[in-house]
Each structure stands twice: as structure tokens, then as C-alpha cells.
């Protein structure tokens, strides 16, 4: 600490020496006040590193993203990259979207999994830089009393807490879960009164699986989970991969299936059974984190389709703000699981830059731990340690999903387009002309 | 002179260094907002100061944002936008659709004058209130409701989908069968005030308290209208316990040259501070969930209903809602099979079937299916020949045990005329229609055995030909109950433009119920 850094003590003798009446140069008090303002100013801009450069042109860099804009939005990301001279501006669109609209103007794009990363590679006619920096898995979000409700059913496991206390995660059987959606009553078969009250039921709702039982509280809505759109995200559409990947008795859909007519027909047959556990919700709804960690999450929808991202970044910011994990919210481990690679795209020498920049700079690799992502560091394993190791350090119960689960692979690309396309009934894309 | 040198720097400076993170010019957008976000009005001039950004309101009420494509909006601000949403998914420009952020929430919500609430209360066995027992009070005449039009209010059509998808009580959302038939006309029978927006139906409801004792409008709305003067007595604020529809106020970008500005707007009415100031003003709930509710809101919310996917479901909805200015209600013609085969548990059946209509049916659908205030019900009793026939109009309970003792009687026949009985059941509808056209006419067969009896089939509908084509819209549902011959049942079915439901499946009274609302 040098001298001028020192706390000063509280009595500086040659303020009483001052004569008060003597005509002196000095500031005027308009210019006293605004004065700590600009150096406040200045102090932000040099903390921000928007003053470390300022002669520097800024390159802005036009980039199309869903989910994953949670990376770029962050203040530490922007600026590190300001301080490789990059700026992006992000235009919202769900991954499929982005894969299936009009790419004209952008720089990047960031789809946030690899089926819309192929979609948009294959339209390239000349190959393109790109980078896949980390992978998230895909969860349920849900709130405690839910969780402990699917318990109950046995179609949720908890996931052990090391110092006891109450979890953050569970494992959820999707064999039985999907039985909760099905329509018809019980996980397995027709189970008629499940929770003993002496009225039948017709189907799955969180009061008929005994959630009315936990005093005060009542939900006569199906059990159901609430996705955004099918026809445009790659979270809904990872999610129909594992309801697919179930539902066709725990393989990929049109695997090994060299007969591609064969192979789109397995397709529509599997989208045939899994179309009803999906239109339960109605209407899909944007932005499924937001509104699952805003205020009225709960009431909103008990289970959300998130990334594992979006809640543990929830988390680490809730520990910061509270001193505390948020027990409230906890995470459903679909079992099997399914991991999403998000790919930054280039399509420009912008874009060429952001990519060299996400690929090589050490520092937006450790924010992104920071942010909750799982991050490649050399090859397919070891993802998961320094992300593991940063929770446990800030006081956040480390994820230990079962190690020998099966994971979903994602169909061949135009079989799981097939899934997605009549499941959603969607719209034909609009591509570029040629 | 050295003194306005240095103030003149620093004010520079200053001018400099915040320019920086201020951004450019002014800018105004033009924003086709809800009428009811007009309370936003003693914010606005703030955001303009903080963010350079002035929104330049156009309060209208429209239901799906009709009119703000290809105009000169900038923003679009519902309620909801779901509605739009749907409307340009129909469209088949759903990847286009705008950036949308929803801002803050509020959900639709009943408000009842004290005594109201403290009668629909003491009736429920545990004191709390549904959508069904709104709907079982308006129908029998003890709540007397005002809604905005779920034609023309965004706020009227999600309060209309809350009432429709508790009605169907599945659980989940609306599906095009759950609309096939009108379930909401006991609901709609105590609708007595309606405007154009629900800014416009509180204004309404101020001038008028005696019309109407219970507003379907958000919460935030009744809160605001509570603690404003113009009351004689606050309102309850009940949030239905089958759920209730969630507004989010969503802020739209319609011109997407316009991002930098809608951003800033965004985050603005996004930060902690305004979010608390826009709860202490307006009473909506904040998006933030780091903010404590205001003590009104400290009532949790209930869940929230799934909004249908399809924009049919909702047209259907609102269409059979139809104009709410000038209610309209049914006829109904039930034909009731009292021949001998009727006699013991099935004529029981039937008595618990017309009392479940009558009101002793306390499921949530029953609730809603239900004989309403001003509906006009014929019964008439057939064996051989008719055997009595009976209308009332519904005023009160009296008309109603008039009915439970038509159908009590006591005598039966020893043959069956089906067919003559449903050309009886024509006439009647013959005479109704001509006496109020507008008036919607159905008719219900029950029989539990073949027709051995007066007309034939083939000679029914050469008669029925006959008819106006007003008359031969009439639709009949035939419910098939014991021998009947269910074939026979199902043709007259087909023929007339109604359904035949099975009652040997469920029960009579399930079958009456599932029958109540088509048309």
C-alpha cells in the first residue's frame, strides 16, 4: 500500500490553520461537486475497460443467438471483449429459427445446439470458422414442493446432499415420468383413485399425484412441463429427442435404419406418440429461464425446459445477492439425459475475429465457469471438474448425476427435423435465395 | 472569471465522459399501448430523462393487436400478446414474430362487493371460490358481473379463456373439442356491464355501482379502483382457485430498426428501482424477483392457466361469447321417454340427472352446465303419445322444482313413439323460433327403448322437411339410455346437426351435461 493510498486520520492539523475569511483561488463548489461525479466516471470507465483503448475503433459484430446470449450479455464477457476491440450486438431468435430464417447481415450466429449448428453449417457453400467453447445439459426446472411430489411417486430421486440439508437436484425417471403425462392415470397403468381420496381420476394432475396432500396447497392443472417452441428451439426440440429416444424403447429414432423412407417413417410414428405429451401445455411461451427465476415463476408453470446453465448462473448470482443457495427452485435430472454443444458460427472476417477471440483467450473460458457452463479444456472428458470445483468453492451443492446413465443421441438431422416438423405442424423455413 | 473557466471544464467533462454511456439523441417511439397502461402516464417523463427515450402512448384497445403490423407503431405494449402471437402463427410468420419482453404481471381476477363475497362463501364448504362457483352464482342470478369484451379487450379475452379453460376442467389447455359446445352461457346469463376496454368497463362500474356486483378485471386494475375514492365499499379480491390467467404486460418491438432504443426502454423499466415504483404505482406484480410484494400482493397469485395454441380455439371462444351487450339466452326442448321400461332406478336416474342441472351437482363442470337464470326449458314427458308438456322460463328456484316435479310424475305408458315425439319436440321449436328468432333452440331426446309406436322414421323427416329453414337448423341430440336403438339415434343426429352421446357409458346426468352449451 503506498503512502497516498493510506487512510488519512481523522484530524489534519493545517485545516484549523485555515483563515476562512482570506480571499484564495480556489474551486467554486459547482465545480466540488461535479468534480468526485467525473472522477467516479472516469474510475467506471477505467474499471470497465472502455477507456483502456479509446482511440481504438470498436468493431461491432452482428450476431443472431437464443439462449446462450445470457454469455454475451454478461458485463464481464463485453468487457473482455471490448478489450479485444469487440463489441456484439445480439439479435434474439430461437436456435431453429436462427437455422431456418434468413442468416443476411449477421457476422455470428450461436445456435445453442448441434442440430441447428448443422443445419446452418450445411447451408455454408464454402467452409466457415467456427468454435464450440462448452456444453450444458438439458434439465427441468421445477420448485421444492414439486420435486417432493414426484418423490413421492417415485418418479424423481433426490440427488444426496454431502453436509445433509435439502437438495438442489433430482434424478427424474422419464419411463415413469412420461407415464405422469401420458394422459391416462398412474405412472405405469391405470391406477384409478392414486391418492386416496375416493374420486377417481381421469389423469395426471399435481393434486391427483397427492401434491394437495402437503397442506394449504392445491394445483388442479395436468402434470405437465412448459417448453418454448417446438418449431423454433433447440431446448424443445432436444427435449422431443429424449421423449422420442423413450418412447422408441431407449434407441435413437431411424438409427442404423439405412432405408431413409424407412427411417422417416419410424420418425412420424414416434412424433405420433409424443405430440400429445407436448400439446398439454397449449400455447409454448418464449424465454422459459426468465420466467422460471422471475417472481412468479411457480405460478407460471411448475416444471420449465432450462438449460443447467441458466439455473446454476441463478444460483451463483442468488449466492452472491443472499448469502444463501435458492432452495425454492431445484433442478429435475432427466434420466436419460441429453447434452447440448452450442457452436459460435462465423460468417464474416468479424465473425472470424469473435471466434479467434472466444477460442483462445483463457479469461472468457474461466467467465464462462463463472456463468454455469461446462467447459472444454482438452478433449471430451474434464469437462465437468472446474465447473464442479468453482460451485463447490462458492458454496453451491455440486450436481452428481448417476454415472452410468444412458445418454440420448440426437437422431440423424432430418429425421429429428421430421420429429420436430409434425409434432409442431411447423412452418416451412424461409431461406436465403440461392 | 477563472472561477466559470473551471466549472466550464467540468461540466464538459462530465458532459464527456456520461455521453458515453448515455448514447446518442432523443428519440420517440411510437407505441400502440392498452388503454389500461394509461396509469404508466407520471412514469413516462422519467424514462425520457433517464434514457433519452420518449414513448409517444397510443392508447387503444384492441385484442390481438390488430392494426399495429404495417403501421407507423414503433412498440406495441399489451396486456398480452398472446393473441397476436396466435394470429400471426395462423399466418404462417411466426419466426418473424417481434422481440417481446414481458415487464410486469397481474392476473385476471374476480372482484366482489363484501356482501357478495360473503354469500358465495358461506356457500362453499371451505370458503374458497372458483371460476365454477362464479359461474354457478351468475347463472342462478346472485352475481351480476361486468367483463370487458373479449371481442375488442385483450383483457376481456383472458378473462374469457380463464373462465372457458376452467369450465372444461382438464387440467391443461383448451383443445378444439372443449369449445365444440358453448359451456359458458349460465357464466354469460349474469354478465350485466361491458365496454370496449376494462379501463372503460371500471369507469362504467364507478358511475353505475348498483348495475353489477363483481368485475372480472386484472388485479392491479381492482387494486387501483380500491384505493381510489370512487368506491362506496372496497372490493374483494378473490383469485379463483381453478386458476387464472397471467398477463405480462409485454413490450413489443414492431420496427426492428428501432432495437437500440427498445433496449434501452427495456432495461429501464427492468431495473430494480422502477420495477418497485411501477408495483407502488400501478399495482402490477414485478418480474423482479428480488423485490418484496407491496402488502396487496402479498396473496399468492394460484396458478396459472395454459393458454390454447390455436387461434380457432379462441375465435370459437369469443364468437359463441358473442356480444355481450345483448345477452341472448336458450331453449331447450327435452323429450323424456316415460314408458314403462322407465319405471325404478332408471326414471331415479333421470330425477338425479334434471337435480344435478338443477343445481345439486357441486363438481366444477356441473357448476357450469347447470340451468340458468332465463333460459327457457320445455319438458315434455312421451310414451304412445305425449303425455304432458311443460315450459317455464327460469326466474328462481320455483321454476326449477315446477321442472323436478314434471319429471317426478309418476305415469307411465306402455309404448314408445319416438319419432312422434321428436316431431312434437319440432313443432315446439317451430313455435319458439318464430316467437324470438334470435333465440337459440336445441333439442334433447332421451329414450331407453325402439320406437314401436305413432310415426316412422321416414315420415318424421318428410314432416321436418316441411319446416323453415330456421326450424330445421334445430339441432338434436339424441341420448341413447337402456334398449334404445342407438343407430336410429345417431342418424336423427346426423340429420338435424347434433350428437348423440351415450349415457350407458357415464350416466344420464353425465350425458345431460356433456349435451349442455351445444348447439
Redesign the interface.
Same mark, same amino acid.
Given at each position: 500500500m503506498s503512502e497516498a493510498d493510506r487512510p488519512h486520520v481523522s484530524q489534519e492539523p493545517r485545516l484549523r490553520t485555515r483563515d476562512r475569511n482570506r480571499p484564495r483561488?480556489r474551486?467554486?463548489i459547482?465545480?466540488l461537486v461535479?468534480?468526485p461525479?467525473?472522477l467516479a466516471?472516469?474510475i467506471s470507465?477505467l474499471v470497465t475497460g472502455?477507456a483502456l483503448r479509446p482511440f481504438d475503433r470498436i468493431t461491432t459484430i452482428e450476431a443472431r443467438m437464443a439462449s446462450k446470449s445470457d454469455y454475451f450479455k454478461d458485463p464481464e464477457v463485453r468487457r473482455l471483449l471490448l478489450q479485444h476491440g469487440l463489441r456484439v450486438d445480439i439479435?434474439?431468435?430461437g436456435s431453429r429459427?436462427i437455422a431456418? *430464417?434468413s442468416l443476411k447481415g449477421m457476422d455470428a450466429v450461436f445456435p445453442s445446439g448441434q442440430p441447428a449448428a448443422k443445419q446452418i453449417l450445411d447451408r455454408q457453400d464454402h467452409s466457415v470458422r467456427s468454435v464450440r467453447p462448452f456444453v450444458t445439459p438439458l434439465v427441468l426446472g421445477t420448485f421444492r414442493a414439486y420435486a417432493e411430489t414426484l418423490e413421492k411417486m417415485r418418479v424423481a430421486t433426490a440427488q444426496p446432499t454431502p453436509g445433509g440439508g435439502k437438495t438442489l437436484y433430482y434424478n427424474l425417471d422419464m419411463h415413469k415420468f412420461i407415464g405422469l403425462l401420458d394422459g391416462k392415470t398412474g405412472v405405469d397403468q391405470d391406477m384409478g383413485d392414486q391418492d386416496g381420496d375416493e374420486t377417481e381420476e381421469r389423469?395426471d394432475?399435481w393434486n391427483a399425484i397427492g401434491f394437495d396432500r402437503r397442506g394449504g396447497r392445491?394445483?388442479? $392443472?395436468?402434470v405437465?412441463v412448459r417448453t418454448s417452441?417446438v418449431?423454433?428451439s433447440n431446448s424443445a426440440g432436444t427435449y422431443l429427442s429424449i421423449l422420442a429416444f423413450v418412447k422408441n424403447e431407449d434407441s435413437t429414432p431411424g438409427a442404423g435404419q439405412t432405408d431413409k423412407t424407412k427411417a422417416m417413417k419410424e420418425a412420424r410414428e414416434v412424433a405420433g406418440k409424443i405430440k400429445p405429451l407436448i400439446?398439454? *401445455? $397449449?400455447?409454448?411461451a418464449?424465454?422459459q429461464a426468465?420466467?422460471y427465476?422471475?417472481?412468479? $415463476?411457480e405460478?407460471?408453470?411448475?416444471i420449465s425446459l432450462i438449460y443447467e446453465h441458466q439455473y446454476l448462473a441463478h444460483q451463483i448470482e442468488y449466492r452472491q445477492?443472499h448469502g444463501s443457495q435458492d432452495t425454492d427452485r431445484v433442478l429435475l435430472y432427466p434420466s436419460p439425459y441429453a447434452l447440448t454443444e452450442p457452436q459460435l458460427i462465423s460468417l464474416s472476417d468479424k465473425g472470424d475475429r469473435l471466434v479467434d477471440v472466444i477460442e483462445n483467450d483463457p479469461r472468457l473460458r474461466q467467465r464462462a465457469i463463472e456463468l454455469g457452463f461446462r467447459v472444454r479444456f482438452s478433449g471430451e472428458d474434464g469437462t465437468s471438474d472446474q465447473l464442479n470445483a468453482y460451485l463447490g468453492e462458492h458454496g453451491i451443492q455440486v450436481p452428481t448425476p448417476n454415472r452410468d446413465e444412458t445418454k440420448v443421441y440426437e437422431p440423424d438431422l432430418d429425421v429429428l427435423q421430421e420429429i420436430i416438423n409434425s409434432v409442431g405442424s411447423c412452418?416451412p423455413p424461409?431461406l436465403d435465395a440461392p | 472569471m477563472k472561477r466559470y473557466l473551471g466549472a466550464a471544464l467540468t461540466l464538459a467533462l462530465l458532459a464527456a465522459l456520461t455521453s458515453c454511456t448515455q448514447g446518442d439523441e432523443e428519440v420517440t417511439l411510437r407505441v400502440l399501448a392498452s388503454p389500461e397502461l394509461a396509469d404508466l402516464e407520471p412514469l413516462l417523463d422519467d424514462l425520457k430523462d433517464d434514457t433519452g427515450v420518449e414513448l409517444d402512448m397510443d392508447y387503444r384497445a384492441t385484442a390481438d393487436l390488430s392494426g399495429a403490423r404495417g403501421t407507423s407503431y414503433d412498440l406495441a405494449w399489451p396486456a398480452s400478446d398472446r393473441s397476436y402471437l396466435l394470429r400471426l402463427e395462423e399466418r404462417g410468420e411466426r419466426a418473424a414474430r417481434p422481440e417481446s419482453t414481458p415487464i410486469m404481471r397481474s392476473p385476471v381476477v374476480v372482484g366482489l362487493t363484501p356482501e357478495t363475497a360473503g354469500t358465495l362463501r358461506a356457500s362453499s364448504p371451505d370458503g374458497r371460490l372458483s371460476w365454477a362457483d362464479i359461474a354457478d352464482a351468475a347463472a342462478d342470478g346472485t352475481v351480476r358481473f361486468g367483463m370487458a369484451d373479449p371481442r375488442r379487450s385483450d383483457t376481456g379475452r383472458a378473462a374469457l379463456v380463464g373462465v372457458a379453460t376452467a369450465a372444461a376442467g382438464t387440467g391443461s389447455a383448451l383443445r378444439e373439442q372443449d369449445v365444440s359446445c358453448d359451456r359458458l352461457r349460465g357464466f354469460r346469463s349474469g354478465q350485466t356491464l361491458t365496454a370496449a376496454s376494462s379501463r372503460d368497463l371500471i369507469a362504467a362500474y364507478t358511475g353505475h355501482q348498483g348495475e353489477a356486483d363483481a368485475l372480472i378485471a386484472h388485479e392491479s386494475e381492482l387494486l387501483s379502483l380500491n384505493a381510489s375514492d370512487k368506491l362506496r365499499e372496497p372490493l374483494v379480491i378473490v383469485h379463483p382457485e381453478d386458476g387464472m390467467v397471467l398477463s405480462d404486460f409485454p413490450l413489443l418491438l414492431l420496427d426492428p430498426d428501432e432495437r437500440t432504443a427498445y433496449r434501452k426502454v427495456v432495461d429501464w423499466l427492468l431495473g430494480g428501482d422502477v420495477q418497485r415504483r411501477l408495483m407502488q404505482h400501478t399495482w402490477r406484480r414485478p418480474v423482479d424477483p428480488d423485490i418484496t410484494p407491496a402488502a396487496p400482493l402479498r396473496a399468492p397469485v394460484g396458478n396459472a392457466l395454459s393458454f390454447p395454441d390455436r387461434l380457432s380455439i379462441v375465435e370459437r371462444l369469443v364468437a359463441d361469447y358473442g356480444d355481450p351487450a345483448s345477452p341472448t339466452s336458450d331453449q331447450v326442448v327435452f323429450l323424456l321417454d316415460f314408458s314403462g321400461s322407465m319405471r325404478g332406478e332408471r326414471i331415479a336416474e333421470l330425477r338425479d340427472a334434471f337435480a344435478d342441472l338443477s343445481g345439486a351437482d357441486a363438481t366444477s363442470t356441473g357448476k357450469f352446465a347447470g340451468f340458468y337464470r332465463g333460459e327457457h326449458l320445455t319438458v315434455v314427458r312421451f310414451g304412445g303419445r305425449v303425455l304432458q308438456e311443460r315450459t317455464v322460463t327460469v326466474r328462481g328456484d320455483g321454476d326449477l322444482r315446477t321442472l323436478a316435479r314434471t319429471v317426478a310424475a309418476d305415469s307411465f305408458a306402455d309404448s314408445t313413439a319416438v319419432w312422434s315425439a321428436l316431431d312434437h319436440g319440432y313443432r315446439i321449436a317451430a313455435d319458439a323460433v318464430r316467437e324470438a328468432p334470435e333465440r337459440p333452440v336445441s333439442i334433447v331426446l332421451m329414450t331407453d327403448g325402439e320406437s314401436n309406436a305413432g310415426l316412422s322414421y321416414e315420415e318424421f323427416l318428410r314432416r321436418r322437411e316441411k319446416l323453415g329453414a330456421d326450424v330445421r337448423e334445430v339441432p338434436t341430440f339424441p341420448v341413447h339410455f337402456g334398449e334404445a336403438d342407438a343407430a336410429a339415434l345417431e342418424k336423427a343426429a346426423r340429420a338435424t346437426g347434433g350428437r348423440m352421446v351415450d349415457a350407458d357409458k357415464s350416466s344420464l346426468s353425465d350425458a345431460f351435461k356433456e349435451i349442455r352449451g351445444c348447439h
Open positions: 483561488a474551486l467554486p459547482h465545480v461535479a468534480l461525479l467525473a466516471g472516469l470507465l472502455n439479435h434474439r431468435l429459427g431456418t *430464417q389423469a394432475t392445491s394445483n388442479s $392443472g395436468r405437465l417452441s418449431c423454433e400439446d398439454l *401445455q $397449449g400455447m409454448w418464449d424465454e426468465d420466467s427465476l422471475s417472481a412468479l $415463476g405460478s407460471i408453470a411448475p445477492k412452418p424461409v | -
